[in-house]
């Protein structure tokens, strides 16, 4: 069983800042690592993604400038720090990892899912 476990969410107020991380199962200097993000009512959507084979990092329009995503491949894991947090971008915020070619923003492409870790943003 691959387990993703993420931390590091809670209550901020708007532009603000956190830091999520994920303990990742599968090595992330070779498999793609992600972040989702689903607010209430909401699908789940692509945020931000560093691939396994050379780290680099794609992010969604929402959160470009805002958002960064890294690597430390000694402890596994990844992090994504969010600055100039907005209330939209309130969600419960999932790790992934996909082992295959496919699409980085589709979340039908990742094999593996953390529990999520819950952002709200005060206005």
């Known amino acids: 069983q691959v387990q993703l476990i993420e931390s590091g969410g809670g209550l901020v107020q708007a532009g603000g800042s956190l830091r999520l991380s994920c303990a990742a199962g599968?090595?992330?200097?070779?498999?793609?690592t992600g972040w989702f993000r689903q607010a209430p009512g909401k699908e789940r959507d692509f945020v931000a993604i560093?691939?396994?084979?050379?780290?680099?990092?794609y992010y969604a329009d929402s959160v470009k400038g805002r958002f960064t995503i890294s690597r430390d491949n000694a402890k596994n894991t990844v992090s994504l720090l969010m600055n100039s947090l907005k209330p939209e971008d309130t969600a419960v915020y999932y790790c992934?990892?996909?082992?295959?070619?496919?699409?980085?923003?589709?979340?039908?492409?990742?094999?593996?899912w953390g529990q999520g870790t819950q952002v709200t943003v005060s206005s």
């Open positions: 992934a990892q996909k082992t295959g070619s496919g699409t980085y923003y589709s979340a039908h492409e990742y094999d593996y």
């Open positions: 560093v691939s396994g084979t050379d780290g680099t990092t």
């Open positions: 599968r090595t992330v200097s070779y498999y793609g």
